[in-house]
């Protein structure tokens, strides 16, 4: 089964602090994406940051950027310089290819709290 | 640019009534289109998908149908609501190909009493 597993439900940490969030993932795939989405007390999923399984270069975005280890199955995201904002629920994911378009597998989530 | 609408934001809405939700894209063409369901505190699990009008995927058996009239509309629909079916409803759409990013709407949160 292609899973995908966030092994910290919540994490808290100060403001302008870095803050790692861990996520593992379990697929037969060869050439997958892999994503962070983040969901703010609105709930709107909005996209982090996105790693290409076959580039070996970490992606980075901003004060965002992902530690990817292909090998171990393993896609962290790391936020420096953390914001009020950034406080959110933060979902792992990873696509399936099924006919023709992309299912994305979802871990559960940790929810991040950035405090003042 | 893209826009991805959905209505209505909240329903309430009594066990064995229909359901009705709508999602809509502007800006593209021809879109991937996902139905998901978030229960409460949990992650996403996607339970339709479409790649073109007509043309309906169903991931998990459930109470619900879902319908693509339009090539920007997609619709998740039952005839008859069970108390499991609340939840957060969020639609999606992607450019095909692989690797696409879904981009999501603001969600649909359904209670049934």
């Known amino acids: 089964a292609q899973t995908v597993t966030q092994s910290q439900p919540e994490m808290s940490v100060q403001e302008a602090e870095t803050v790692t969030l861990s996520c593992t993932y379990d697929?037969?795939?060869?050439?997958?994406?892999l994503f962070w989405y983040k969901q703010p007390p609105s709930r709107q999923m909005i996209l982090v940051i996105r790693?290409?399984?076959?580039?070996?270069q970490n992606a980075t975005e901003n004060r965002f950027s992902v530690n990817f280890q292909k090998a171990a199955k393993s896609f962290s995201l790391k936020i420096s310089d953390s914001q009020l904002g950034d406080t959110a629920m933060y979902f792992c994911?990873?696509?399936?290819?099924?006919?023709?378009?992309?299912?994305?597998?979802f871990g559960q989530g940790t929810r991040l709290t950035i405090n003042p | 640019s893209q826009t991805i609408h959905q209505w209505p934001a909240t329903l309430v809405q009594p066990v064995g009534s229909p359901l009705s939700l709508e999602c809509t894209v502007e800006?593209?063409?021809?879109?991937?289109l996902y139905w998901y369901r978030q229960a409460a505190g949990r992650g996403l699990q996607l339970l339709f998908y479409?790649?073109?009008?007509?043309?309906i995927s169903s991931e998990v058996p459930q109470n619900l149908s879902a319908s693509r009239p339009q090539d920007r509309q997609f619709i998740l629909s039952s005839k008859k609501l069970l108390l499991s079916d609340s939840g957060f409803y969020l639609c999606?759409?992607?450019?095909?190909?692989?690797?696409?990013?879904?981009?999501f709407g603001p969600g649909t949160r359904l209670l049934v009493l």
């Open positions: 999606a759409w992607s450019h095909g190909g692989p690797g696409e990013t879904q981009y």
């Open positions: 697929t037969s795939e060869n050439n997958y994406y």
């Open positions: 790693q290409e399984a076959y580039k070996q």
């Open positions: 994911a990873f696509t399936q290819i099924i006919q023709g378009a992309q299912k994305l597998v």
């Open positions: 800006g593209t063409s021809n879109p991937n």
């Open positions: 479409s790649v073109g009008i007509g043309q």
